[in-house]
T-cell receptor, first 113, second 115 residues
Framework: GESVGLHLPTLSVQEGDNSIINCAYS??????FIWYKQESGKGPQFIID?????DKRQGQRVTVLLNKTVKHLSLQIAATQPGDSAVYFC????????????FGAGTRLAVHP | SAVISQKPSRDICQRGTSLTIQCQVD?????MFWYRQQPGQSLTLIAT?????????ESGFVIDKFPISRPNLTFSTLTVSNMSPEDSSIYLC????????????FGPGTRLTVL
């Protein structure tokens, strides 16, 4: 596989446990905050997004929490599975058009049986 | 959704040479994006490419180093010019989703090693 995730912080969890991946952001003007998953050798894949006027959004087995007071974003994965092993990136969609994404630092999630 | 392919998937190049990376999308899209992902790091946006206009480059990236073409709504190229070992990275192209602009679809990436 590729070298993505080699030098990133790693979160190790047992299969079946819940995972919480955290991200700090800096731009208060962002319209949306997004989570992406990147498996080895592949491009990132969209997981879920949350608008800046919300503080929680749920998807299938995932929940994103947004705390604008401390500029903190988290992704919770319920009942983590081996297929969840990947690098997870938070991203911001800046306001003002273009819809360009600014990616934050990633976290490698390692799921152990 | 969109399916994106990139060529080449990987290459090893000598310093001072140039490499052109191709990105093909299976549907017509307005905006395409080029990113760089250095080993073990996050993605950095290089430029946004719209069909029929000059690409818009992010701070730290210039057209002379990373010329981009966007000849039609399904294709784009990124050239990495006058390469040095510091250009060794994974280069990815992406397109915005039609219903959700936050959902970008990425190609598999081109892994470039410069010796």
């Amino acid at each position: 596989g590729e070298s993505v995730g080699l030098h990133l912080p790693t979160l190790s969890v047992q299969e079946g446990d819940n995972s919480i991946i955290n991200c700090a952001y800096s731009n208060s003007a962002s319209d949306y905050f997004i989570w992406y998953k990147q498996e080895s050798g592949k491009g990132p894949q969209f997981i879920i997004d949350i608008r800046s006027n919300m503080d929680k959004r749920q998807g299938q087995r995932v929940t994103v929490l947004l705390n604008k007071t401390v500029k903190h974003l988290s992704l919770q994965i319920a009942a983590t599975q081996p297929g969840d092993s990947a690098v997870y990136f938070c991203a911001e969609n800046l306001s003002g058009g273009y819809n360009k994404l600014i990616f934050g630092a990633g976290t490698r999630l390692a799921v152990h049986p | 959704s969109a399916v994106i392919s990139q060529k080449p998937s990987r290459d090893i190049c000598q310093r001072g040479t140039s490499l052109t990376i191709q990105c093909q999308v299976d549907s017509q899209v307005t905006m395409m994006f080029w990113y760089r992902q250095q080993p073990g790091q996050s993605l950095t946006l290089i430029a946004t490419a719209n069909q029929g206009s000059e690409a818009t480059y992010e701070s730290g990236f210039v057209i002379d180093k990373f010329p981009i073409s966007r000849p039609n709504l399904t294709f784009s190229t990124l050239t990495v010019s006058n390469m040095s070992p510091e250009d060794s990275s994974i280069y990815l192209c992406s397109v915005s989703g039609q219903s959700n602009y936050n959902e970008q679809f990425f190609g598999p990436g081109t892994r470039l090693t410069v010796l």
